[in-house]
Nanobody, 121 residues
Framework: VQLQASGGGLVQSGDSLKLSCVVS????????MGWFRQAPGKEREFVAA??????YYSDSVKGRFTIARDNAENTVYLQMNSLKPEDTAVYYC?????????????????WGQGTQVTVSS
């Protein structure tokens, strides 16, 4: 299984970005997908996740970010609006071991290479 994330970049505060992650392998629809991020000097933190029937967000991004998946294209997206400097981080696409999704980093079995998002003030 390979995860290829893209869409990061340098934007100004208040701008939007859309991250994409294409996942290889079979039965994409059977697994939870998510995004984590890691800022310099900080631990990786949960951002958002999606499974068969629900979506989950961290409190810091709720109302600004939207996660979506296209099972026909084996792709998960993260639409990020109203970006803030504190959103600056490397964003990682992740795939769960099952359809179960959570904020726990241990739930996720596969990780992409990360894409840098930088928000200037």
């Amino acid at each position: 299984v390979q995860l290829q994330a893209s869409g990061g970049g340098l934007v100004q505060s208040g701008d939007s970005l859309k991250l994409s992650c294409v996942v290889s392998g079979r039965a994409f629809r059977n697994y939870a997908m998510g995004w984590f991020r890691q800022a310099p000097g900080k631990e990786r933190e949960f951002v958002a996740a999606v499974n068969w029937y629900d979506k989950y967000y961290s409190d810091s991004v709720k109302g600004r970010f939207t996660i979506a998946r296209d099972n026909a294209e084996n792709t998960v997206y993260l639409q990020m609006n109203s970006l803030k400097p504190e959103d600056t981080a490397v964003y990682y696409c992740v795939r769960g071991a099952t359809h179960y999704s959570s904020t726990d980093i241990g739930t996720y079995e596969y990780w992409g290479q990360g894409t840098q998002v930088t928000v200037s003030s």
